[in-house]
């Protein structure tokens, strides 16, 4: 069975939220209606999004680091928020594992998100329904796009590769190779909600020089001390060998 | 969690109003057995209006809730999953019930349904109400495990929320009740005063459990849990919005330390001591002003017990919504 998933490589996000804004362009541009924006330009303005860059600093200075974390719906593979939900509006798709809101059948009554321990869901206050991160669900699919860009849409907009879109049950996809090679891991596994979203942890990369592989130990020109020489008057096969 | 006064109303004016219904159904049922003299049938049909009239408030305030209030009928389509879907077919036929109970007793129609020397003789009207307190319960059963059902918000997962909301329900309803049979008799009267005042009693009991159960409560997750970071000192330097979202509007109470301790003190004041009193000179006295007196302190101070039970609650998504 197919789960599609996004991987988020924490080491090599540099929290631009070029993700954050290609993710509002697409999904208030949609078939569902634009996403409420309040007072965009004034003050306290606030509106809703399906994703979110946020940024915690770990350590104690100056031995600090800056960890920029983007955070959308994580299309658990067991859902809290779709049981709880009374009419169905909120359901996980068989095929593909998506979590989707049907915006004709919600309420808006919020449960859905009080029963998200991500807090992942966020109301359209302009529409009265719940909304949340489709996985651009409306361009995964779309075959009059070419195929490269078959992707969500923060996948496409990201500087630093630092999202990858996949399906996590295929052992040989890039996304479960990265959870796999890179040590992925799912936010808040003590609820068992199961996450299809893994992050990549954030890596030390180190290489270690010796001395003497800054000096070649080996090289031909300390042993002999001078070029080889031929003899100019030597055959020779071409000028390649001749010198 | 952020206190919404539709939800608040609509747990309150029900559960009054369930409580009175069966206050009612303990009358009929003392009657039948000859404890209690039989009562005429305004009693219970102006009771019964009574208790449809809190239950139909309760569900009026829900609507308030809704952002499609249009679309509410779409809401008992999972009962299998959602207790919120069962609560919402359970009011619907428990109103409805109260209405055929007291509709009954209006019209006087109550003949004997089945009466043999093996079972004892029963009438229309004390079966109707026997399946309205298995209907009742229910409901009281699916209010509190709306809230209780929810694994993470650790304060409300605990047998303790639906007992309370049932016990307070029913303590409420019953100090109502009192109050209401003082225009019938006096035997009811202290018949009701007796129970409100037990039912009281042990909300105070298990509501004062849940309290010291919150009180020591260790969250399960973490900001390290939350980021998947195993460092002992993290510190959020900005969520992503510079002027608030939904999530930071409906999962905190947005009061001061202050305001939200001193809610606890006032309703641990108006939803026991002070009806617990009240009902004692009331019944003592015999004052009805005294009664209806009691139930109003108790019903405001369930506003506030309401509130706090709300706001107590931290959802673990606050973690992520620590600083703008």
Not at chain 2, 198 to 221: C, D, E, F, P, Y
Not at chain 2, 229 to 246: E, K
Request: aromatic share 12%; proline share 6%; charged share 15%.
């Amino acid at each position: 069975m197919t789960q599609l998933a996004l991987v988020i490589d924490l080491n090599v996000c540099v929290g631009c939220h070029a993700c954050v804004t290609s993710c509002k362009q697409w999904n208030t541009s949609g078939a569902a209606g634009s996403l409420m924006d309040d007072n965009p330009y004034d003050k306290d303005p606030t509106g809703t999004f399906f994703n979110r860059v946020q940024t915690y600093e770990v350590g104690e200075f100056p031995n600090t680091e800056t960890i920029h974390f983007p955070k959308s719906c994580l299309h658990c593979e067991d859902p809290p928020c779709v049981p709880v939900c009374p009419t169905g509006a909120s359901y996980k798709r068989k095929e593909d594992g998506i979590v989707l809101v049907d915006y004709d059948k919600c309420i808006g009554c919020n449960y859905c998100s009080w029963a998200c321990p991500y807090g992942a869901r966020e109301i359209d206050e302009k529409q009265k329904v719940m909304k949340k991160c489709t996985l651009c669900v409306d361009r995964i699919y779309d075959e009059s796009l070419p195929e490269t860009e078959r992707k969500p849409a923060c996948v496409l907009a990201c500087p630093t590769s630092a999202r990858l879109f996949g399906d996590v049950h295929d052992p040989e996809s890039e996304v479960s190779r990265a959870i796999c090679e890179s040590g992925g891991y799912p936010l808040m596994p003590e609820w068992g909600t199961q996450p299809a979203n893994h992050y990549l942890p954030r890596r030390k990369t180190k290489i270690r020089f010796h001395k003497d592989e800054l000096m070649r130990a080996d090289n031909p020109l300390k042993k002999d001390g001078r070029l080889p020489k031929t003899d100019p008057d030597a055959p020779f096969l071409d000028d390649s060998v001749s010198w | 969690m952020h206190p919404a006064f539709s939800v608040i109303f609509l747990t309150t004016l029900i559960g009054a109003g369930q409580g009175l219904f069966l206050a009612l159904i303990t009358a009929e049922t003392f009657s039948h057995m000859g404890a209690l003299a039989p009562q005429e049938y305004r009693f219970y049909s102006t009771g019964s209006l009574l208790s449809l009239g809190l239950l139909v408030a309760g569900l009026v305030a829900s609507f308030f809730h809704l952002g499609h209030p249009e679309r509410a009928w779409r809401s008992a389509a999972m009962w299998r999953t959602s207790w919120l879907s069962r609560e919402v077919i359970a009011l619907p036929a428990f109103m409805g019930l109260v209405f055929i109970y007291g509709l009954l007793h209006y019209l006087e129609w109550n003949p004997k349904v089945f009466g043999t020397t093996a079972l004892p003789e029963t009438n229309l009207t004390l079966m109707v109400g026997i399946i309205g307190i298995v209907l009742c319960f229910t409901l009281f059963i699916c209010t509190g495990m709306i809230y209780a059902c929810l694994k993470f918000l650790q304060e409300w997962h605990t047998p303790l929320t639906p007992i309370n909301y049932t016990l307070l329900g029913m303590s409420s309803g019953f100090t109502l009740a009192t109050a209401f049979a003082t225009q019938y008799s006096q035997e009811m009267t202290d018949l009701f005063g007796t129970w409100a005042i037990i039912l009281t009693l042990a909300a105070l009991l298990t509501r004062t459990a849940s309290l010291l159960r919150n009180k020591g409560i260790k969250h399960r997750s973490t900001l390290r849990t939350a980021i998947g970071v195993h460092h002992s000192n993290i510190r959020q330097q900005s969520q992503g919005s510079m002027g608030g979202s939904f999530n930071t509007r409906e999962y905190f109470h947005g009061m001061s330390t202050v305001f939200f301790k001193s809610i606890q003190w006032i309703f641990l004041l108006l939803v026991f001591p002070l009806p617990l009193l009240l009902l004692g000179m009331g019944l003592s006295n015999d004052t009805t002003a005294l009664l209806v007196l009691a139930f109003a302190v108790q019903y405001v101070g369930l506003i506030a017990e309401r509130w706090f039970f709300f706001a107590q609650a931290n959802h673990p998504q606050n973690l992520y919504y620590q600083t703008i």
